[in-house]
T-cell receptor, first 116, second 115 residues
Framework: SQKIEQNSEALNIQEGKTATLTCNYT??????LQWYRQDPGRGPVFLLL?????KEKRKERLKVTFDTTLKQSLFHITASQPADSATYLC???????????????FGTGTRLQVTL | GAVVSQHPSRVICKSGTSVKIECRSLDFQATTMFWYRQFPKKSLMLMAT?????????EQGVEKDKFLINHASLTLSTLTVTSAHPEDSSFYIC???????????FGSGTRLTVV
């Protein structure tokens, strides 16, 4: 069966450190992978998209890697701040597997807490 | 940037009544919108894909007669939870994709509580 797993339900780190979140998937062949931030009681906000032919993508303090051989994406936040505390979700487009129009399937999410 | 406006943000209703949730795309046209539900501390589960001018496509296990979707214009999709029961209590979120942009834009969500 198809699965998207973010193997840390929660991650606590100190301000200034680099947070690394993991997203693993099985039985998918995604053309791209996306990362979203979700604050409590709010809808997700798009952060980054990385395509299957890209190894790494950066945006300010964010970095995403994508290894289609390992079926894994890593999401890094450098110089983390308390304001980065939120739940981070990875998402795959499963249209290639289903032959349907593009639509996202989300991972289980990692709740990041950055403390002073 | 593109905004999806979702209303209401919170609603409490009695068992057996129906509740309508609206999602509007502001400053862009959305031929397709997606409806998700999310249980506490769980991920988003896609319920259905709403298509402007045609029938919605429901995910496996989602009752289409219970969750009625209407997408009558290029900027408005509605989800009606019919004959709501306490187990329908959840966080409902809509999203749309802006053509030419990466990622999807999500509404702010609707917290439904059925008592």
């Amino acid at each position: 069966s198809q699965k998207i797993e973010q193997n840390s339900e929660a991650l606590n780190i100190q301000e200034g450190k680099t947070a690394t979140l993991t997203c693993n998937y099985t039985n998918y062949s995604p053309a791209y992978l996306q990362w979203y931030r979700q604050d409590p009681g709010r809808g997700p906000v798009f952060l980054l998209l990385i395509r299957e032919n890209e190894k790494e993508k950066r945006k300010e303090r964010l970095k995403v890697t994508f290894d289609t051989t390992l079926k894994q994406s890593l999401f890094h936040i450098t110089a983390s701040q308390p304001a980065d505390s939120a739940t981070y979700l990875c998402a795959l487009d499963r249209s290639r597997n289903t032959g349907t129009a593009s639509k996202l399937t989300f991972g289980t999410g990692t709740r990041l807490q950055v403390t002073l | 940037g593109a905004v999806v406006s979702q209303h209401p943000s919170r609603v409490i209703c009695k068992s057996g009544t129906s509740v309508k949730i609206e999602c509007r795309s502001l400053d862009f046209q959305a031929t397709t919108m997606f409806w998700y539900r999310q249980f506490p501390k769980k991920s988003l589960m896609l319920m259905a894909t709403s298509n402007e001018g045609s029938k919605a496509t429901y995910e496996q296990g989602v009752e289409k007669d219970k969750f009625l979707i209407n997408h009558a214009s290029l900027t408005l999709s509605t989800l009606t939870v019919t004959s709501a029961h306490p187990e329908d209590s959840s966080f409902y979120i809509c999203s749309a994709r802006v053509q030419g942009q990466n990622g999807y834009t999500f509404g702010s969500g609707t917290r439904l509580t059925v008592v």
